[in-house]
């Protein structure tokens, strides 16, 4: 409220529940808005209504917002689907509304859900939330980051210490415009794209801009005679361009289309980390900037061959003193070495930063993820958390390992929250015994039994986790860990845990291995027993599975596997490790 930079904020947060009555179970991608997030975006319903005043505070009615998408694909597009019910993880609520199809704030979102936020409560501030606003007339960004870094401190009036601020978010803060929080820093790939677009461009232009001069060779006594019998320089040039524009224009139309179809593929084949990608398409400034890109070609494959002796005095010159055995003169010799030394640079610039980016990618993927990702299969797996609370899922957690591991041709199973290589981890401030001073953020994971092994994983002091673990208050830290306080071997006995008791000890230190990316340095990170008490936030983890069949085989003896504990949980991306390590390239 404090804000005066903006016109009207509005509150939003983004999770995966279990949606159930629309069809098979399926992980449903939520927006958490509350209405003034609405109103700042400008959108409303295309079919019902948004959530009233009522429906947006604690304790209001429970009601759902559908996607366009989820709409056509789960109620087959029927308009009585206003007034019907569905279950988000177990809760019932009445779908009120069908947003339009493009929208899809804040990120590929299937229903929209209010958000019933209590703002005098310190869970108003746990940073599970997101701001979106609408900046006031004449107000800049770089003012609005300003005001907003300078709310920051307010953080300890609702709980958070200094040291929190200090060390987990830094005490900073930033306004993002709308296209850089949805696009993020894949501009800055496409620009790339674009740019080695151009240069092909350029090569292209260059190879029909020299044959054209080849050709005005043969023509000039021909251009010449014209220009006797009494042809302008308009006339002469307008004829080339009308010759230049009738190949620039097919050209041009037969881009487009192959274009389109390409686009179609790609869109088809291309990973869903690209933002927006299904949006990419022909539209109308791709039809402007090819006219102008056919106009200018146009004009430089008609006029640069008639540079030399464009004039039609010239030409009447040429055709009365040399005749069709004349040699070309000064200037067009000069121009088609211009015209090949440009085709030579352009060539060689394209070489070079194609080197580069071939020489990039092959050393992201001779990276090592700090575990064998052959042979590995994983899928999500999302309990309701109002059927399980995080105690209840560990058994869960431990028959689905045992039957998968009976499964023919699987090796081993395990567990964890956090797949790795993926940038969406969870941190935590651990309390460390030998240095109370130190409140840091760490990812830790939370595992099953065997999880080491089926990743992989080596151990590098200590021990591997057994079941027993948990109950031992054991935990185990991977060597960027041990390095960064200890070393490997004198890390085995010392004491951490999440929170500020530090009740659990360190009994191994395993490998490290690439948490967020390839392309991320090494982290610390913890390893607890996935049953250990207190253990946080585990009914969304991951299912690793070390196996010589394919995902595809696999499949559904997986999903029969999971129905037999539970058939209201959806299994979520089937997929090989190699396929997730190959879709963290893709931006």
């Given at each position: 409220?404090?804000?005066?930079?903006?016109?009207?904020?509005?509150?939003?947060?983004?999770?995966?529940?279990?949606?159930?009555?629309?069809?098979?179970?399926?992980?449903?991608?939520?927006?958490?808005?509350?209405?003034?997030?609405?109103?700042?975006?400008?959108?409303?319903?295309?079919?019902?209504?948004?959530?009233?005043?009522?429906?947006?505070?604690?304790?209001?009615?429970?009601?759902?917002?559908?996607?366009?998408?989820?709409?056509?694909?789960?109620?087959?597009?029927?308009?009585?689907?206003?007034?019907?019910?569905?279950?988000?993880?177990?809760?019932?609520?009445?779908?009120?509304?069908?947003?339009p199809?493009?929208?899809?704030?804040?990120?590929?979102?299937d229903?929209?859900?209010?958000?019933?936020?209590?703002?005098?409560?310190?869970?108003?501030?746990?940073?599970?939330?997101?701001?979106?606003?609408?900046?006031?007339?004449?107000?800049?960004?770089?003012?609005?980051?300003?005001?907003?870094?300078?709310?920051?401190?307010?953080?300890?009036?609702?709980?958070?210490?200094?040291?929190?601020?200090?060390?987990?978010?830094?005490?900073?803060?930033?306004?993002?415009?709308m296209?850089?929080?949805?696009?993020?820093?894949?501009?800055?790939?496409?620009?790339?794209v674009?740019?080695?677009?151009?240069?092909?461009?350029?090569?292209?232009?260059?190879?029909?801009?020299?044959?054209?001069?080849?050709?005005?060779?043969?023509?000039?006594?021909?251009?010449?005679?014209?220009?006797?019998?009494?042809?302008?320089?308009?006339?002469?040039?307008?004829?080339?361009?009308?010759?230049?524009?009738?190949?620039?224009?097919?050209?041009?139309?037969?881009?487009?289309?192959?274009?389109?179809?390409?686009?179609?593929?790609?869109?088809?084949?291309?990973?869903?980390?690209?933002?927006?990608?299904?949006?990419?398409?022909?539209?109308?400034?791709?039809?402007?900037?090819?006219?102008?890109?056919?106009?200018?070609?146009?004009?430089?494959?008609?006029?640069?061959?008639?540079?030399?002796?464009?004039?039609?005095?010239?030409?009447a010159?040429?055709?009365?003193?040399?005749?069709?055995?004349?040699?070309a003169?000064?200037?067009?010799?000069?121009?088609?070495?211009?015209?090949?030394?440009?085709?030579?640079?352009?060539?060689?610039?394209?070489?070079?930063?194609?080197?580069?980016?071939?020489?990039?990618?092959?050393?992201?993927?001779?990276?090592?993820?700090?575990f064998?990702?052959?042979?590995?299969?994983?899928?999500?797996?999302?309990?309701?958390?109002?059927?399980?609370?995080?105690?209840?899922?560990?058994?869960?957690?431990?028959?689905?390992?045992?039957?998968?591991?009976?499964?023919?041709?699987?090796?081993?199973?395990?567990?964890?929250?956090?797949?790795?290589?993926?940038?969406?981890?969870?941190?935590?401030?651990?309390?460390?015994?030998?240095?109370p001073d130190?409140?840091?953020?760490?990812?830790?994971?939370?595992?099953?039994?065997?999880?080491?092994?089926?990743?992989?994983?080596?151990?590098?002091?200590?021990?591997?986790?057994?079941?027993?673990?948990?109950n031992?208050?054991?935990?185990?830290?991977?060597?960027?860990?041990?390095?960064?306080?200890?070393?490997?071997?004198?890390?085995?006995?010392?004491?951490?845990?999440?929170?500020?008791?530090?009740?659990?000890?360190?009994?191994?230190?395993?490998?490290?291995?690439?948490?967020?990316?390839?392309?991320?340095?090494?982290?610390?990170?913890?390893?607890?027993p996935?049953?250990?008490?207190?253990?946080?936030?585990?009914?969304?983890?991951?299912?690793m599975?070390?196996?010589?069949?394919?995902?595809?085989?696999?499949?559904?003896?997986?999903?029969?596997?999971?129905?037999?504990?539970?058939?209201?949980?959806?299994?979520?991306?089937?997929?090989s490790?190699?396929d997730v390590?190959?879709?963290?390239?893709?931006?």
């Amino acid at each position: 409220d404090e804000g005066r930079s903006f016109e009207e904020l509005g509150a939003y947060n983004l999770t995966q529940l279990v949606l159930t009555g629309a069809g098979d179970p399926m992980q449903a991608v939520v927006g958490g808005m509350r209405n003034g997030a609405f109103a700042v975006l400008g959108v409303s319903p295309v079919l019902g209504r948004l959530p009233d005043l009522t429906e947006d505070l604690p304790g209001g009615a429970s009601v759902i917002l559908l996607s366009h998408e989820l709409w056509a694909s789960r109620f087959e597009a029927d308009p009585s689907a206003i007034g019907r019910t569905v279950e988000l993880n177990d809760t019932v609520r009445e779908v009120i509304g069908v947003m339009p199809p493009e929208f899809f704030f804040p990120s590929d979102v299937d229903v929209w859900v209010p958000l019933q936020l209590e703002l005098e409560t310190p869970d108003a501030a746990m940073f599970l939330y997101g701001i979106v606003g609408r900046l006031r007339p004449g107000v800049s960004v770089a003012s609005a980051s300003e005001e907003v870094e300078q709310l920051m401190p307010r953080l300890t009036e609702v709980g958070h210490s200094p040291q929190v601020l200090a060390r987990v978010i830094a005490g900073e803060a930033g306004v993002l415009t709308m296209q850089e929080f949805l696009v993020g820093d894949s501009r800055h790939v496409l620009l790339i794209v674009l740019g080695a677009a151009s240069l092909i461009l350029l090569i292209a232009l260059a190879n029909v801009t020299s044959l054209f001069v080849v050709r005005e060779e043969d023509r000039t006594s021909q251009r010449a005679l014209r220009a006797a019998l009494g042809a302008s320089n308009w006339r002469l040039a307008r004829h080339a361009l009308s010759e230049a524009l009738l190949l620039t224009v097919a050209g041009a139309l037969v881009g487009l289309l192959l274009t389109n179809v390409g686009i179609r593929a790609l869109v088809d084949i291309g990973p869903s980390s690209i933002p927006r990608l299904d949006e990419v398409g022909v539209g109308p400034l791709v039809w402007i900037y090819t006219a102008t890109v056919s106009l200018v070609a146009a004009l430089v494959f008609s006029l640069a061959p008639m540079s030399g002796r464009g004039s039609a005095k010239r030409l009447a010159l040429f055709l009365s003193t040399a005749g069709r055995n004349a040699t070309a003169g000064a200037g067009r010799t000069r121009l088609r070495g211009g015209v090949v030394a440009t085709r030579v640079a352009l060539a060689g610039v394209l070489l070079i930063a194609s080197g580069l980016v071939t020489r990039s990618y092959g050393e992201l993927r001779s990276v090592d993820p700090g575990f064998d990702p052959s042979d590995l299969v994983t899928f999500g797996l999302l309990l309701p958390a109002a059927r399980y609370t995080n105690a209840e899922a560990a058994p869960l957690y431990q028959r689905l390992v045992e039957d998968l591991r009976a499964l023919p041709g699987v090796e081993a199973a395990a567990v964890t929250r956090g797949l790795p290589v993926t940038p969406v981890q969870g941190s935590y401030i651990l309390a460390l015994e030998d240095h109370p001073d130190e409140r840091e953020a760490f990812v830790v994971r939370w595992v099953t039994p065997g999880y080491f092994e089926t990743m992989g994983i080596p151990v590098v002091a200590g021990r591997t986790m057994l079941p027993d673990d948990a109950n031992e208050m054991r935990f185990f830290i991977n060597a960027a860990f041990a390095e960064q306080y200890w070393t490997p071997e004198s890390a085995i006995g010392k004491r951490m845990a999440p929170g500020r008791d530090p009740r659990f000890e360190v009994v191994g230190v395993v490998g490290d291995d690439r948490i967020r990316g390839l392309d991320v340095p090494l982290e610390a990170a913890a390893y607890l027993p996935i049953d250990a008490p207190g253990s946080l936030a585990v009914l969304f983890v991951s299912v690793m599975i070390r196996t010589v069949r394919s995902a595809e085989d696999l499949a559904p003896e997986l999903r029969r596997a999971v129905a037999n504990l539970d058939p209201g949980l959806p299994l979520i991306d089937i997929q090989s490790m190699d396929d997730v390590i190959s879709e963290s390239f893709a931006v």
